[in-house]
């Protein structure tokens, strides 16, 4: 019944007369009108104001964890605000380079990196490569054999710690597809071979557990377990990676990035890991900032089951529901604090019966057809997991800020979809 919490709004968001809502001084219903729907809406002093935080955290050790979202708008605004950015594949490094981004800003990731990402990274000179597998170090011999420069590398360790969120973003527990595993020894044995290597330099230890933590504890644990492997080798650098949760509905809370951040050094300092700290938020920063604009196009009413609330939108612009079942809200930008006593489940226009947006959502009463509505906390992992099912071509991109919109990434056309197709 109750209104939609104003904490999970942008921090610029404001309620005008009447409820309407406005962010960045635009007025997210006139976006609505200009740029049509599905429609992402990210609120760039927002982004501006998490990433400042990042950095005074964690000075020249905060990057930005490009999967989240990334285009070039927002590769360019984080490097402009002091971030580094972590890089996944060869297509995130190509995006943060096109963005002017100097590559010993970069940190390259991946699990199976290729020969062709890895050749790439050290041509321009990335400034770290996250080495995941002992075939990766093989990889990277051959091509400074080759000619390459030696590149800076980190070992990723998988600690065993099994972090409080989903299954499927679980990434620091033994059994995983992610790093080197300390318990079995894989850990140690990668360290020996990276120092005895002239291929690489090696300069830290790197371990990530998870996506949307809430409790600092996960992240504790971690620190002290690495602690007996990291502190003896007294490398200069140790990266605890992301994973930093959000509230994503009524209810959650989670750590602030300086909480964050605190927790992290306090633990290092009491296990006595004196290396240089560094992070890679993603969520923390792109989640918040940014809501996503539907129109409604169907209400249908089954009596004594439910109400389903379809929207031009669904699981091609936003999978996380259908992946791990996660929860958001929904509100009308037109009566931004009024009550919501009906209870919906928001839908899209997918032929899957699992396309579903919000299972659990409460509405204002007089919901209506042509009605704009908006999921908010909508700016990490939407857009960049976003795909094209049933030939739906994907939203555009909206940065608002000072009264201003610009589009960073323009709305797909239909002769898009045909763009990669051979004629017949």
Partial sequence: ?????????????????????????????????????????????????????????????????GKAFLCRAMAALVHEEGMGIDVSTGGELHVALAAGVPPDRLVLHGNNKSVAELARALEVGVGRIVVDSFEELDRIEALVAAGA???????????????HTHVYVMTGQSDSKFGFGLQSGAAAEAVRRAQASDAVRLVGVHVHIGSNIFLLSSFRKAVELLAGFVAPLDLPELSLGGGLGVPYVEGEEAPSITQWAGALRSACAEAGITARLSAEPGRAIAAPAALTLYTVGTIKELPGIRTYVAVDGGMSDNPRPVLYGSGYEAFLPR?????????????????????VLVRDARLPADL??????????????????????????????????????????????????LRLDEPL
């Fill in 149 to 163: 420069h030696p590149p800076a590398v980190l070992i990723r360790v998988t600690p065993g710690v099994e972090a």
């Fill in 368 to 417: 209506a057809v042509g009605d704009v509505l908006a999921t908010p906390v909508t700016g990490a992992y939407g857009h960049s997991m976003g795909s094209n099912y049933n030939k739906v071509p994907r939203p555009p991109v909206v940065f608002v800020r000072d009264g201003e919109a610009r589009v960073v990434v323009r709305r797909e056309t239909l002769d898009d979809l």
């Fill in 1 to 65: 019944m109750t209104a939609l919490p104003p904490t999970l709004l942008p921090r610029t968001a404001r309620v005008g007369p009447g409820g309407r809502l406005a962010v960045g001084g635009v007025d997210v219903l006139a976006l609505a009108a200009e740029h049509g729907t599905p429609l992402f809406v990210y609120d760039e002093e927002d982004l501006r104001a998490r990433c400042r935080e990042a950095v005074a955290a964690f000075g020249e050790g905060a990057s930005y964890a």
């Fill in 335 to 355: 009566a931004t604090t009024a009550e919501r006593p009906l209870a919906a489940t928001v839908v899209g226009k997918h032929c899957e019966s699992g396309d």
